[in-house]
């Protein structure tokens, strides 16, 4: 059942989980009110879509200890929908998002990710840490010095309080102590108060103000599909994160479910479309928070502290935050993968680091992890393709050619399968053993008809021994050198 769970989801890590849900709520907000300004749109937008995320998919999700709110690579996609037709479509279109990816769950598209290959997820994640890090450095332009004092500071509090006490999270401490330093001393620095409005009062159910038409559909659906498409993406590549953070197992499938059913919940109380957040996540997780208490912890305190703390929370400096934000990109990184780059295959570093590249110049994950995928899939049909190999012996006394192919016949090794033939031998009869061999695709039926084709057209008689089943299924439906009036045909269009 999509809302059910196990006693230890909720109450296995009680204590680890509310201090990590509160320092996740606390980095939430900076976060969520800068993507509601990349959106085109009212800060209050962006800290309620986090706050209806985060607290409906504790429920619904199928990634214990995973964070979802508002997001940079989603309000990228919102932007254009925003200026041209407002902010009553953009609810609009985080309604049809959730639909989208209720279906996309149900329809079991999360098994798709084991097409993912390890060096695209390791890729997604270095280019993750360094947009993390990219984003902080606007924090840190044009300051005056006692920013980087505040920042060195926090960062040394972060890093050097877990050989004090290890029970309550380093980066929690480093907001408090620098909250209270930039107080009591009154510092002329940026804080969360500055980068727009915190809301007042709580969010109330609206349903968007667009006519319900097909007009409305033709103009929201492209934005739903690419903000369902991107939020399932970056959902499913960080619960796969979090599965290895944590050594645990989790139902992608009902992740999308989840996801669905929190940007519905976020549409109908004034949100923007969300979806997984990879840094808060690990945030969660390297803070102690390991359960679905945690998620649900940081959704309440960010509206407790956005709408009835606010103006405790406006004073939180930013650069305590931005040391928060630097251990995560710092932890997020794979410095492994810097060292194993000398011992990997050139095509796993290829694949890496073109995932890296396209996702930090474009800032849009959905771009890389494309890329990715398809240069790995692209890497493994050709080293698959070269595994193809074909023997021969021939009988003269039968004079008689026995062709051996071993190996996968595709598009990608259908050429070398063609040629291997010698079609201008003086032999009576050829006999080609497909019994270590499978065939997978029309090309590869294809080369079979051709190969056969060029033999009988020489004059020899051909026969094909050992076919396992379900390429002769393959061959009969789609191959022609055993139906004549198909021949013709065949020849002409080859």
């Known amino acids: 059942m999509l809302f059910s769970s196990t006693r230890s989801d909720w109450l296995g890590n009680i204590r680890g989980d509310l201090l990590a849900g509160l320092v996740v709520a606390l980095a939430l907000i900076p976060e969520a009110i800068a993507f509601s300004i990349i959106a085109g749109v009212d800060p209050k937008v962006g800290l309620y879509a986090s706050f209806c995320i985060a607290f409906s998919i504790a429920f619904t999700g199928g990634r214990p200890g995973m964070i979802s709110a508002a997001t940079g690579a989603m309000a990228l996609l919102m932007i254009t929908l925003v200026k041209g037709h407002g902010l009553e479509y953009l609810f609009a279109a985080t309604l049809l998002t959730g639909v989208l990816q209720i279906g996309a769950g149900y329809l079991k598209l999360g098994n798709l990710m084991r097409f993912v290959s390890s060096s695209v997820v390791t890729g997604f994640v270095n280019a993750l840490a360094i947009l993390i890090f990219l984003a902080q450095i606007p924090e840190l332009t044009n300051v005056t010095w006692q920013v980087y004092a505040m920042t060195l500071g926090g960062l040394v509090i972060i890093y050097g309080f877990p050989y004090i006490n290890k029970t309550i999270p380093s980066p929690l401490v480093c907001i408090v102590v620098l909250t209270a330093i930039s107080m009591s001393l009154g510092l002329d620095i940026r804080t969360v108060g500055d980068m727009g409005a915190l809301p007042d009062t709580l969010p109330i159910f609206m349903w968007p103000k667009v006519p319900l038409n097909m007009e409305t559909l033709a103009i929201i659906f492209p934005y739903s599909a690419a903000l369902a498409v991107v939020g399932l993406l970056e959902s499913m590549m960080t619960a796969t994160i979090v599965d290895e953070l944590t050594d645990t197992p989790s139902d992608k499938n009902r992740e999308c479910k989840g996801q669905g059913i929190s940007n519905i919940v976020a549409g109908f109380l004034g949100g923007m479309a969300g979806c997984a957040m990879i840094g808060q996540s690990i945030i969660n997780v390297k803070s102690g928070g390991s359960g679905r208490l945690s998620t649900l912890t940081a959704g309440i305190v960010l509206l407790l502290l956005v709408v009835f703390l606010n103006q405790w929370v406006s004073r939180i400096p930013m650069a305590a935050l931005v040391a928060v934000m630097i251990m995560v990109s710092i932890g997020t990184f794979s410095w492994k993968s810097l060292k194993?780059?000398?011992?990997?295959?050139?095509?796993?570093?290829?694949?890496?680091?073109?995932?890296?590249?396209?996702?930090?110049?474009?800032?849009?994950?959905?771009?890389?992890?494309?890329?990715?995928?398809?240069?790995?899939?692209?890497?493994?049909?050709?080293?698959?393709?070269?595994?193809?190999?074909?023997?021969?012996?021939?009988?003269?006394?039968?004079?008689?050619?026995?062709?051996?192919?071993?190996?996968?016949?595709?598009?990608?090794?259908?050429?070398?399968?063609?040629?291997?033939?010698?079609?201008?031998?003086?032999?009576?009869r050829v006999v080609i053993d497909v019994s270590h061999a499978h065939f997978w695709d029309i090309t590869a039926v294809s080369a079979l008809d051709r190969v056969v084709i060029k033999f009988r057209r020489e004059g020899m008689a051909v026969v094909i021994k050992g076919i396992n089943e379900a390429s002769a299924t393959l061959v009969d439906r789609f191959g022609v050198h055993d139906k004549p009036e198909e021949i013709e045909k065949f020849l002409a269009a080859h």
């Open 340 to 428: 194993n780059m000398s011992k990997y295959p050139l095509s796993t570093n290829i694949v890496m680091v073109s995932t890296v590249i396209v996702v930090v110049l474009t800032h849009n994950l959905a771009y890389g992890v494309l890329v990715g995928v398809l240069l790995a899939a692209m890497f493994f049909a050709n080293k698959v393709g070269r595994l193809l190999i074909v023997g021969s012996e021939l009988d003269v006394e039968e004079q008689r050619r026995t062709y051996t192919v071993r190996g996968q016949v595709f598009f990608a090794s259908s050429e070398k399968f063609t040629q291997s033939f010698d079609f201008k031998e003086a032999v009576d």
